[in-house]
């Protein structure tokens, strides 16, 4: 504890909001016992504690220090200030558990081995490999990768749709479906045949604009978006892309953390053409009890907004957890609805 002694007087101004969506505010950052003590600059008030050790940076190496703790926080913490961002990385250090000698240790041993070791997982533990990649990588790095995919989807004749009042409805209807920050991206002349909402990666939701007027409804839309992230928890979205990358580039990501742009050439319009999965009945009804959201909407459409309904869909019917309520609550109003159905014509 002797780093934390050290700069436990030392603070610093910054800026923090409490989701990504709220304004950022003027604090004083300071460290506690153990903690990152975040309090409102006039007033000195706390408004936060992060525990030092689930503290992680967001864009290393770029300026302002962008920060965020483990666990999906929707927090946001942004630092300029040398002092401060040079001692909350010796502080982390310092905290840091046993297991991250094994972090440090991992590229040297891996890079001693060579070619055996990649001879080694191409012919006999591809599978092994892509799994513990996928067991390793941070949200951070697959928020990147979920953001490069978007971009080659655009490179490839894909538009992103947005208008000033369809993005707020938008949000809206993220916070009121997702417990975590999600990003949800309305895209035109995406390489499907029927419309679908698409898991990318790092929670960014890629939808067909054509599936907003198929919805007739924020609670039918919102619907097909819970199936999205149900399969995403059943199928680590990671995984398909480290298959599609090789075990080359897998091995890369797992030792450099950087997975070359060659490896992805082509994964994000290939997703669009694969069949969807069909997610587990049970734990999608919990999903919807969750959000509060009756599974009636997406199940009685007469538009398919997702080919898994052909086999689930009377069991999402049986199990609607708002099967007892004649009103269910709105996730839009009729104007914010007509807002976000406008949002290509912003």
Known sequence: MTALEKYRKLEGPGLWSASEHDQRREVVVGFGEATLVISDSRSMAVL???SLPAVVRLNPGKRPALYSTEGDSAE?????????????KVVQGALSPPRSLMSRLRKPILASVGVLGILLAAIVVPRALQD??????????RVELGEQLRLDLVRSGAVACQSSYGMPALAILQRRLFQTP??????????TELPRVQHVMGRIFIVDARLLEEAGSAEAFGGALLMAAQRSAEEDPLRPLLQHAGVIATFRLLTSAELPPSAMAGYAQAIFRKPLAVPDVDNLL????????????LADNPYPLDTALE???????????LRAETDGTALL??????????????
């Not at 999600?182 to 390489?191: F, G």
């Not at 109003?333 to 949002?343: A, E």
């Open 182 to 191: 999600a990003q949800i991206v309305v895209m035109r002349s995406l390489p």
């Open 286 to 297: 919990e999903r919807f009890a969750r959000a509060g959201i009756s599974t009636r909407p």
């Open 48 to 50: 936060s504690h992060w």
């Open 311 to 321: 086999t689930i869909g009377p069991a999402l019917r049986a199990g609607d957890p």
């Open 132 to 141: 513990h990649t996928a067991s390793v990588v941070p949200m951070a790095k």
């Open 76 to 88: 946001l913490l942004e630092l300029d200030d040398d002092w401060l961002i040079d001692a909350l």
């Open 333 to 346: 109003s009729d104007g914010q609805w007509v807002s976000l159905l406008n949002i290509c014509d912003g």
